[in-house]
């Protein structure tokens, strides 16, 4: 088992978390973890966004910028 400090909202403060045996076979990265003050749950996920493609744009209709001579 891992564990680690965070807040949990139900002890309303910082507390050691532990993350149980994982079926999934996540091994000491299991995103489930056990607040071991009350037992509250918590899932630890993380996302990757692509970055937006700023020049190709659909649906958009864009004028050429005109600049004065």
Do not use: Q
Request: aromatic content about 4%.
């Amino acid at each position: 088992m891992s564990d680690r400090e965070l807040p949990c909202d139900s002890c309303e403060g910082v507390v050691l978390f532990e993350a149980p045996p994982c079926v999934d076979g996540h091994g000491a990265d299991c995103p489930e973890l056990i607040c071991t003050g009350c037992g509250a749950a918590v899932l630890i996920a993380t996302f990757a966004f692509r970055a937006p493609r700023v020049g190709n744009r659909r649906g958009t209709t864009r004028r050429p910028h005109r600049r004065a001579a």
